[in-house]
Structure formats: structure tokens, C-alpha cells
């Protein structure tokens, strides 16, 4: 009884907390969270969640905002009726000034509430962060697009340039029906703009919550799945053989394990590692050592002792997945792994499979690609018209705080757009926790402060982007 009247003062104490802290909001920021709220506590999951719906949510909001039926174009494909799109166009004063694209997936990575410690799909403030599937990646960012075209309709004045924006589904799942792909493939005239604002950039915060640097994401690795499979003849447990299909995939999987990829490096990654190698600890000087030699390999393996630089230090393969055996007293006749790479720029899904082919050197390892086989992303210029406002904001509202490109070491829905000739720029603005938030993991959550900072600032930058007062 009493561990009950404990919980239930602890629930009281941690939704009076919310409210508070909901109460010192202002007025625009409280209209915001209640677009956040909504998206986070939609569920978008493939399994068991629908796009279309959130996309119909929030095409209603804009809608009750002013925009016409005719600017909101509700986009499904007939084979995916649950994976839906929504594209909003506010127009702008000048037609020859171009547009811009705001661009957002509003599908999430699976969430099982047995796992959570609280429910992934009910938007929960705590101790001064948000918590949910999709807080971090990247319903936050949604709704800030979403309450930027609200704002800006009901201005005073129109802006000069057009603003589009494009939710879509499908980027979570590399095997599902990608909603950014067939807006690109089947209505590109709909979302054509002269650049687009897509996730992927940010800003890193230390672990006592300091900011320590904002990127801008301007370019990205490949992400490819790959098939390992062994099969055998199998037979009786009882009568063991040495071609185990199981421990032959074992060998196959250390093997790919233990090898690293060579090192390389982009102007963009070259930008990061000279700040991260200024800390000085042994991965900073085995960066400052690597990049005056990219050959040296042991400088290369003490720099990758840090997750952030491996990830974007060269290509990286990792087994995902297992399955095996058919029954607990029978030898294994076949078994499985997926191995997910994330392919550096300028090497080939091809190469990539060869490579690991190479590095297991058993001929009885299939390695194969999993379809589908996704666009490789074009890499935008540094545009001093992108990001000459990106610097001059980030100085107004993060004075201080160093303002880089990055490479992300994940894939976005951004690589679409090269064969649309439309380059696309990840934001700086939002600020993440140096374990990455728990995006695709458990307890997904965000620090309150970072969203409504970075709300702040990407609104005053896209009003700068489309001429807007």
C-alpha cells in the first residue's frame, strides 16, 4: 500500500512539474507544442502506424491556419495506403524568386512500450526533457516546419520567396515504400525548389550540457544491407561434423569484425577532425597524426576509439541481424546474418560487397545485396547564399558557439534529390546529447531547452531564406 501511495505522489509530483514548466511558456511556443504533442503521440511506426494519419493532422492544422485545399496536396500511393504524404505550399510574392523545400520523414523506428520505461507514444516533460519515439528523430524538427508555415500564413505579410514543405514516410526502413523517393519520381514540379532544409545537422552538446559546436550537414554516407548466408546438408545432432553452417558464419562474421576500412576524408571531414583532434586526448592525436598520413593504420585505429570519429572515418560494416538452425537436434542446414554498411563517398555498393567477400575469403560465404539498392547522395556546395545566414543567426542566437559542415555518418531522405538537381542542406539549430538522445534506441528523448532554441533560430532563418518580416 505504501509503494502505491509512493507511486501515485511520484506521478502527481512528475505531472505537476510538467505543467509548470508548460506554464512559462509564451504563447506561440505553447501553440507549438501542441503540433509536437500531437506528432510525437501519432504513431508512425511501419508496423502498426499510419503516416497518412499524421500527414491528415497536420495538413488540419495548416488548414485551420488559412491555407487552401489547393495548396495541400495529400500524396498516397495506392500500394501504401497507410504511408502517405503531405506537401504544403505557401506562396510567395514574387514568382521569379524561386523556392524553398522544407523536408521531414514522420516515420519512426519500432517502439515497444515492454521495453520503455515510459510509453513511447504519450509525449512525456520530465526533468527537462521531452520524451517519445520521435522527440529526437525527427518529429521535433517536423513540427517545427509545420508551426514555421503556420506563422508565416499568418503574418502580415507574405513572404517574398515561396516555402514548400514535404512530410513524408518511409526513410526509417530501408525495404519499405520511401514517400520521398516517389514525390521526386511522380510530382518533382510540386516539390522543386532552389534548395532544400532537410534533418541531419544540428548541434552537439557536452555531457553537462554545454554547447560545444552546431553543423551543418553537407553531405552523407550510403547506407546498404547485405546478405551473409552458409548453407550445409545438415544432418543428426548427434552426429557432428566440422562444416557447421552456424560456426562457419561465425568465422565469416568476426572476420568482417576485426577489418577496418582504409581511412579518408572529405573537406568537410577534414573541417571536424582538425577541431575534434584540438582536444588533445589520444584519439586527437592519433587524428592529427592520420590526417598528415592517411596511411598509417594504427594512428587510424586509436582515432577510431571514438564512436563520433569512426562513424564518418571511413566505410563501416556491421552485423545486424542472425538466423539459424531449424531445430534444437538437428545440424544447421542454413544460417543468416545482415550486415549493414554505411558506404563513404565515392565508393560503390559493389566494391563494398567485393570488399567483404575479399576480407571472409571462404567460398562457401555468400555475400549478397539486399534491394533495394538506394541513390547515392550528391554532396551541396557550401552556398555562401545557404549558409551565410545559417553562420550569421547561429552568431545572434549561439554567440560563441563554432558553426561547421559535417558529414552525417547515417543516410537521410536527402539522397533522392541529386537526380532532381536539388541540393540538400541538413540544419544547424537543434542541440543533442553526446550519446545521440536515444534515437532508434530506447527511451527516445530530447532536452526541452534545445527544441524551443532551436525553433527560435530556424525560424528566424527560414523567414531570412523567403524574404519574410
Known sequence: MRKLAAGIVGLALMGATSAQAQASLRPDQTAFREIFKELVETNTTLSAGSCTEAAAKMGARLKAAGFADADLHYITAPSNPKEGSLVAVLKGTDPKAGAVLLLGHIDVVEARREDWTRDPFVLIEEDGYFYG?????????????????????????????????????????????????????????????????????????????KREVLSIQVGEKAAQNYLVTVTNPGGHSSRPRPD???????????????????????????????????????????????????????????????????????????????????????????????????????????????????????????????????????????????????????????PGVPLIPSMSSGATDGRYFGPAKMYVYGVPGIFGDPDGNGAHGLNERLRVRSLYEGRDYLFDLIKTYVGAK
Open 133 to 209: 519515439r520521435g522527440t529526437a528523430d525527427m518529429k521535433g524538427l517536423d513540427a517545427i516546419w509545420v508551426d514555421t508555415l503556420i506563422r508565416l500564413k499568418q503574418a502580415k505579410a507574405p513572404p517574398k520567396r515561396t516555402l514548400k514543405m514535404a512530410l513524408t514516410c518511409g526513410e526509417e526502413t530501408a525495404e519499405a515504400f520511401n514517400g520521398a523517393d516517389w514525390l521526386v519520381k511522380n510530382h518533382a514540379e510540386l516539390i522543386a525548389a532552389d534548395f532544400v532544409l532537410n534533418e541531419g545537422g544540428g548541434g552537439r552538446l557536452s555531457a553537462d550540457g
Open 244 to 398: 557447421n553452417a552456424i560456426y562457419q558464419l561465425a568465422d565469416a562474421l568476426l572476420k568482417v569484425r576485426a577489418y577496418a576500412f582504409p581511412a579518408k576524408f572529405t573537406d568537410t571531414t577534414k573541417v571536424g577532425f582538425e577541431l575534434r583532434a584540438q582536444r588533445g586526448d589520444a584519439a586527437g592525436q592519433a587524428l592529427t597524426r592520420l590526417m598528415a598520413d592517411p596511411n598509417d593504420a594504427e594512428a587510424a585505429r586509436v582515432a577510431a576509439t571514438d564512436v563520433n570519429v569512426n562513424s564518418i572515418l571511413h566505410t563501416n560494416c556491421v552485423t545486424t541481424r542472425l538466423d539459424a538452425g531449424h531445430a534444437n537436434n538437428a545440424l544447421p542446414q542454413r544460417a543468416t546474418a545482415v550486415i549493414n554498411c554505411r558506404i563513404f563517398p565515392g565508393e560503390t555498393v559493389e566494391e563494398t560487397r567485393d570488399t567483404l567477400v575479399k576480407v571472409i575469403g571462404d567460398p562457401a560465404v555468400k555475400v549478397e545485396v539486399i534491394p533495394p539498392v538506394r541513390p547515392i547522395a550528391t554532396n551541396p556546395p557550401l552556398d555562401p547564399k545557404v549558409v551565410g545566414p545559417m553562420k550569421t543567426l547561429a552568431a545572434k542566437h549561439f
